[in-house]
């Protein structure tokens, strides 16, 4: 089991950037992801990281923008956001799994959550 702790959430106009982190605690050789939560609306996954960051995948809604990424040394995983949209307004979260060296964007195949960190991005 991992404890994850998100920070780099705020308010943004649209067009403008963020840099999430997810500070990891605990193994580290682990699938990480990000995934956000908009009211009324079902998680969804963003983007995800796996074999130490050798590999990733992001979401259709967010390709050329977001990018996920991993720094060894620090035990970080980030999410760089660009050109932000309204749309993109949500609760991000940082989930792990020790299992599975894949591309999953689906929330029931993580086991390890962290609180979260509000995305505002106004227009």
């Known amino acids: 089991q991992v404890m994850l702790v998100e920070s780099g959430g705020g308010s943004v106009q649209a067009g403008g950037s963020l840099r999430l982190s997810c500070a990891v605690s605990g193994p580290s050789n682990y699938r990480f992801a990000w995934f956000r939560q908009a009211p009324g609306k079902e998680r969804e996954g963003v983007a995800v990281?796996?074999?130490?960051?050798?590999?990733?995948c992001v979401a259709d809604s967010v390709k050329d923008r977001f990018t996920i990424s991993r720094d060894n040394v620090q035990n970080t995983v980030y999410l760089r956001m660009n050109t932000l949209k309204v749309e993109d307004t949500a609760m991000y979260y940082c989930?792990?799994?020790?299992?599975?060296?894949?591309?999953?964007?689906?929330?029931?195949?993580?086991?390890?959550w962290g609180q979260g960190t509000q995305v505002t991005v106004g227009s």
């Open positions: 990281l796996w074999d130490s960051g050798a590999n990733t």
């Open positions: 989930a792990a799994n020790r299992h599975g060296g894949y591309c999953s964007l689906s929330p029931t195949t993580y086991t390890d």
